[in-house]
């Protein structure tokens, strides 16, 4: 038998409550991702979307080793457990596409957007190589200045979280929305946060079992 902290135990409950809503919740998201991706497979949408599912689905095992170890580096004094239950009582609808939405038409398509057409005003044209590929300094100081607002808007949830959300950011969405445009970053955001809300469910089905 494994202890259950009073924490855990609230979110178990909260999680017990709403099941069945979760549980139909979830399923229409899973769909609304899988949908795009089996028409890309077929032809009838841009090979660009089953590859950004499969490259998000590739790094999110990474994702989790990460954590993993930043959280044995780096003892997180904060309450991981109050974060998973404001995900959970959330919703999937609202966690994985309304909240992604949102977040990635502010930190990509208004404020890296903006800044990149700004500081190509006052930075010089300076190419500098990023994972390979040229790209313009004013470019990469946009991309790096968005993903780390966007890491510290979450340093209230945990600074742990803030860590992994601003590489996971500048290393995927920003380059996504350099290359492709908002979709492509809402894309990955979304397929991200599917995938982290099927593991919390995971976790917590794991839970009742025991």
């Not at 038998?1 to 609230?10: I, L, R």
């Not at 399923?27 to 599912?53: E, N």
């Not at 959300?165 to 996504?176: K, M, W, Y």
Request: net charge positive.
């Amino acid at each position: 038998m494994v202890a259950v902290t009073s924490s855990q135990a609230h979110i178990l409950s909260t999680y017990t409550t709403h099941r069945k809503k979760i549980g139909c919740q979830l399923a229409c998201t899973v769909a609304a991702v899988a949908i795009p991706i089996i028409l890309s497979l077929g032809g009838l949408l841009p090979a660009a979307v089953w590859k950004i599912g499969a490259v998000v689905t590739c790094i999110f095992p990474v994702k989790l080793i990460t954590s993993w170890l930043l959280s044995k580096a780096l003892p997180d004094r904060s309450q991981p457990t109050k974060y998973i239950e404001q995900i959970i009582t959330m919703g999937p609808l609202h966690a994985s596409i309304t909240t992604p939405v949102i977040e990635e038409t502010l930190f990509r398509g208004i404020l890296q957007g903006g800044l990149t057409v700004g500081l190509r005003k006052i930075v010089p044209l300076t190419l500098v190589s990023l994972f390979g590929m040229p790209t313009f300094l004013s470019t990469l100081l946009a991309a790096t200045i968005a993903s780390t607002a966007f890491g510290l808007m979450h340093a209230g949830q945990s600074p742990m979280q803030a860590i992994i959300t601003g590489l996971g950011s500048l290393v995927l969405e920003a380059p996504l929305f350099h290359l492709y445009g908002l979709w492509a970053s809402c894309l990955a955001h979304i397929v991200n946060n599917t995938l982290c809300y099927l593991f919390m469910v995971a976790s917590w089905e794991t839970s009742r079992a025991k």
